[in-house]
């Protein structure tokens, strides 16, 4: 687990949080005014907070931005007796949201944090106020998005290497050494500004997996999609609804290889048609990496104009 104040050279300054409410030592960045409506950004794989350094000081003047780190990924803990499927992790969420009593919440999600905010918002429509997706689909009920999971992974080199590593065996076995394949695993995943990469920047994504049994986070994500064991929140008619009203913006790298804009943005479109959606030519799988600046601007944009 990475030292709640570890800074990584200054490019994460952000205050330590800390809150038992789910279970486990769950970490996260609350920054802005705590009055202010709520920003909730939500990481994915194999990243943590670390991935929205840039989005929370350009947000947290007029926002409070909260940015919980997953259980088993970043300053959180990696309890040893927890499942680590989705559904863990929108119960992990329900609890945190609820005992911080966030509310008038903007989703920022990208990658698996898009299945975890919509498991939230199935929940508790009544707390979301916009959905904004970055790279991470919005799964809420739609009767194809089995077909589009199924269709995403034949193409995506990251889902293939997940079914061919369970297959075979070696799923564990690499990804408890993701502190020493960090980088290729991201770049797998993909970024296309290889200037990103320093000392520092490896050091911070690979710090939170210093050992196998810190590393039961990154592998349950990938073992729950080879193996089914992930469960998708279904909304009731009145939660759908409620969340197709909200305003709501897709902000997409399309040269994410991960997950492809053809087969993840038709979830977007589907829940909201009106919406706009701003595809970001040559910007991979990790877009506030990659145009951190771009999606800063698109998002408080929004936030502002709605």
């Known amino acids: 687990m990475v030292p709640s104040d570890a800074s990584f050279g200054g490019t994460f300054p952000f205050v330590p949080h800390v809150t038992g409410a789910p279970g486990f030592r769950m970490h996260y960045v609350d920054e802005g005014p705590r009055d202010a409506e709520v920003v909730l950004c939500l990481h994915g794989e194999p990243s943590w907070g670390y991935l929205f350094r840039h989005l929370i000081p350009a947000l947290s003047g007029n926002c409070r ?3 919980p780190d997953h ?3 970043g300053k959180s803990e990696t309890p040893q007796d927890r499942s680590y499927w989705l559904q863990d992790h929108i119960d992990n969420l329900e609890r ?3 005992a911080l009593d966030l509310d008038r ?3 920022v999600m990208h990658d698996f944090g898009g299945p975890v905010g919509m498991g939230l918002a199935a929940r508790h429509p009544d707390r979301i106020r916009r959905v904004i997706s970055t790279n991470g689909p919005t799964p809420f009920g739609q009767s194809d998005l089995l077909d589009r999971l199924v269709a995403n992974a034949g193409v995506s080199p990251w889902f293939q290497w997940i079914a061919k590593a369970e297959a075979d065996g070696s799923l564990e076995a690499v990804l408890g050494q993701l502190g020493f394949n960090i980088l290729s695993t991201l770049k797998l995943n993909g970024f296309e500004n290889n200037a990103l990469i320093t000392d520092t920047w490896l050091a911070a994504y690979g710090a939170p997996f ?3 049994a810190d590393c039961l986070g990154a592998i349950g994500w990938a073992k729950g999609f080879a193996t089914g064991a992930h469960r998708f929140e279904t909304p009731d008619a009145a939660a759908d609804r ?3 009203a909200r305003p709501a913006l897709a902000i997409w790298g399309e040269a994410d290889r991960t997950l492809l804009p053809g087969h993840f943005l038709p979830l977007f479109i589907q829940l909201f048609p ?5 595809r970001l030519a040559g910007v991979g799988h990790y877009c506030l990496e990659d145009a951190p600046d771009v999606v800063a601007a698109l998002v408080a944009d929004f936030i502002r104009q709605t």
């Not at 009106?274 to 701003?278: E, G, H, N, T």
């Open 242 to 244: 409620a969340i197709r």
């Open 210 to 212: 210093a050992c196998p």
């Open 71 to 73: 259980m088993g990924f």
């Open 96 to 98: 945190f949201v609820l």
């Open 65 to 67: 931005v909260v940015v």
């Open 105 to 107: 919440i903007t989703l």
């Open 274 to 278: 009106a919406a706009p959606v701003r």
